[in-house]
């Protein structure tokens, strides 16, 4: 085809994907009832032009100001809303997770196939096994069992820390890793270029770039997917072939391992291994078992590195912006604890303003702004609108975090103090929101996992360092600017920090680590 014939065909296309949307809304919503309000549509594209690439949940906060808790919007005749508010996502997601609970199979993910994930699975019987079994792996109790694999990691990135400080989103990228990759597979992440780490980083971080709200046009016009990949516009193609091998490999490669492992009689305690035992003891068809051990472990990497590391690189950010929480933290491990030794998880309970600090750092920012987009699966009508099935959910996380009935006051401020009772012990707030709604259907499935991870890796982080503003050759603070990449899970754009041990004492106990950790230490 030519391209002004492709044109001619793609301009055909619109106008008749636009002409079934309006039949098909007239036919489902005959009271003809509003849609929720939101920012005024252009013919045709109707909010395409005006959607925010940057930190875009702060721009559906600030619709929200103007429209409501509930806002509404199409791009090119497909309908979305952000939900504003803890009320409405209560409401919603909750209450009506009968209606809410769908997940939008857009076509770059079955072109990347990543339908495998049940993050990504439409609502039904297969979500619910994954899930299930996914839970027995990870609930609260289970996750006390991963405790002494994250300590021991913790103190191998206090060691990577102090020999290349400048490196420092490396080798929190390389501790999530090293913990996940342990618990799901018994596999020891080697200390540069691990091809599993490399493998499942790269297809993560392109599932996140090709499934964000307008990040392709083919999400929005699926037919476009037929289109030739040389066309201008349909490199999401070649995209989501090379992100499809890269699954296929994640998925298969570490738990291949585990297998041999246990075939050559190598006693294997994770995950996978746990997951091959249960099945190998119960019905059900070979292909159907083998897909979800599969499936089921690759999830614990999938899910749980890269949201790790967002949280634990805000956590930098934030010791670097707030020097006093940071000192209050720190002042508070030396009471309770002393500089002879570092925090461990039995000591949990006596950290209170610590624990107070790791909330925030959850509540601040959090890790996936707009959570994992949902899909309506049912015509709804909500405080007199009209809410189509079909229509694309996201739910405005960092927008709960900040209200302020919820979280006291200044809540664009990092202050922990916001989760302790005058007298000092903690309050009953807790940043739930961070890992979604509801006891199941839109929640995190690994919270404890990820909360653990980030408690005693910045635990030990402050314990042993001082992370302040970096300074230039003349002495002067270098500035941070604090923005976040626009994507599902956002990390903090690059900024310099100062990481220099907190004392001698500090040294003293890095150095002792030098035994345990020096075979582990992280070249990068
Ligand atoms: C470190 C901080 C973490 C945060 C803030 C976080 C947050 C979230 C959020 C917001 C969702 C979307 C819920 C929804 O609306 O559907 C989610 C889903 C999920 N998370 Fe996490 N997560 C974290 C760590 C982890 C870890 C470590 C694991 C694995 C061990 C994990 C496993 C999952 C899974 C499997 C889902 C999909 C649940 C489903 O669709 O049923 N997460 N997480």
Not at 501 to 518: C, V
């Amino acid at each position: 085809m030519s391209i002004p014939l492709t044109l001619n065909f793609v301009a055909i296309c619109i106008g008749i994907y636009i002409l079934k949307s309006y039949i098909s809304k007239r036919a489902s919503n005959p009271s003809s009832l509003p849609y929720p309000p939101g920012p005024k549509p252009k013919p045709i594209v109707g909010s395409l032009l005006d959607l925010p690439k940057e930190e875009s949940w702060k721009t559906y906060a600030s619709w929200g100001k103007e429209y409501g808790d509930l806002i509404h919007f199409t791009v090119l005749g497909k309908h979305f809303i952000v939900l504003n508010s803890s009320r409405v996502a209560t409401d919603l997601l909750e209450r009506r997770a009968h209606k809410y609970s769908d997940k939008p199979v857009t076509p770059t993910l079955s072109m990347s196939d990543w339908l495998w994930a049940f993050s990504n699975m439409p609502y039904g019987e297969k979500w619910r096994r994954y899930r299930r079994e996914f839970h027995q792996q990870f609930r609260a109790e289970k996750n006390r069992n991963y405790r002494p694999i994250m300590s021991q990691r913790a103190r191998q990135l206090l060691r990577n820390l102090a020999g290349n400080p400048e490196q420092f989103v490396s080798y929190l990228r390389h501790y999530a890793a090293a913990v996940i990759m342990s618990i799901a597979y018994d596999y020891d992440v080697a200390s540069q270029d691990d091809r599993f780490v490399y493998i499942a980083e790269a297809a993560v971080n392109m599932l996140g770039h090709c499934t964000f709200p307008g990040a392709t046009i083919v999400n929005t016009l699926p037919f476009l997917r037929h289109l030739p990949g040389w066309l201008p516009g349909m490199g999401v193609k070649r995209y989501t072939e090379e992100c499809r091998k890269l699954t296929l490999e994640m998925r298969h490669a570490p738990l291949e391992l585990v297998r041999k492992r246990m075939a050559s009689g190598v006693p294997s305690d994770c995950v996978a291994a746990n997951l091959i035992d249960r099945f190998s003891a119960r019905g059900g068809t070979l292909e159907e078992n083998e897909e979800t051990i599969t499936d089921v472990a690759a999830m614990a990497y999938a899910a749980g590195a890269d949201t790790t590391v967002s949280a634990l690189t805000t956590a930098f950010l934030a010791m670097t912006l707030y020097p006093e929480a940071r000192m209050k933290a720190q002042a508070e491990i030396d009471k309770v604890i002393g500089t002879s030794r570092l925090p461990g998880f039995e000591d949990k309970d006596s950290l209170p303003y610590l624990e107070a600090f790791i909330r925030e750092v959850f509540r601040w920012r959090p890790v996936a702004p707009l959570s994992i987009p949902h899909v309506v699966m049912e015509d709804d009508v909500y405080e007199g609108y009209f809410i189509p099935k079909g229509t694309i959910v996201n739910t405005n996380l960092w927008a709960m975090q900040q209200e302020e009935s919820m979280f006291g006051d200044e809540p664009e401020k990092f202050k922990p103090e916001r989760f302790l009772n005058p007298d000092g012990s903690l309050n009953d707030r807790f940043p739930d929101a961070t890992f979604g709604l509801g006891r199941r259907h839109a929640s995190c499935a690994g919270r404890h996992t990820g909360f653990d991870t980030v408690w005693v890796g910045i635990a030990h982080v402050l314990a042993a360092f001082d992370v302040s503003k970096a300074k230039d050759e003349a002495g002067n603070e270098i500035d941070v600017v604090e923005k976040y990449v626009d994507a599902l899970v956002s990390h903090p754009l690059p900024f310099a920090c100062s990481i220099m041990p907190r004392s001698r004492h500090a040294e003293t106990l890095i150095n002792e680590l030098l035994p345990l950790a020096a075979a582990d230490e992280v070249k990068i």
